[in-house]
């Protein structure tokens, strides 16, 4: 079974950081792009970052709203893509759910193909306040 289960999320101030973590299990995440969403109350999902597949060579992509501050990255020998969090912002509060489709190992998913994600994890809550 395909299973992704996201990590890591809680309580911060404005400022600091946090990491988040996606652990896939069921398949090898390095075969294929690892996107990461977010969603805060009332407001539409947005997809933040995508990472590709391992040895595909192109550098992650990021939204305009955290590019500069979120960086994704992979540690293959666990099976696990993070998300790393500078500088938060009480904006950044949201749901983030990690995902993929089984037809991408690139980046082509993001930003205009993200429907075609098949598979979600459950999210974990991020919670930016003073």
């Known amino acids: 079974q395909l299973q992704l289960v996201e990590s890591g999320g809680g309580l911060v101030q404005p400022g600091e950081s946090l990491t988040l973590s996606c652990t896939a299990s069921g398949f090898s995440a390095d075969s294929y792009a690892i996107l990461w969403f977010r969603q805060a109350p009332g407001k539409e999902r947005e997809g933040i970052s995508c990472i590709t597949g391992l040895g595909l060579g192109s550098r992650p992509k990021y939204a305009d709203s955290v590019k500069g501050r979120f960086t994704s990255s992979r540690d293959n020998t666990k099976n696990v893509v993070f998300l790393q969090m500078n500088s938060l912002k009480p904006e950044d509060t949201a749901t983030y759910y990690c995902?993929?489709?089984?037809?991408?190992?690139?980046?082509?998913?993001?930003?205009?193909?993200?429907?075609?994600?098949?598979?979600w994890g459950k999210g974990t809550l991020v919670t930016v306040a003073s």
């Open positions: 995902a993929f489709s089984t037809a991408y190992s690139t980046c082509a998913i993001y930003p205009n193909r993200t429907h075609e994600v098949n598979y």
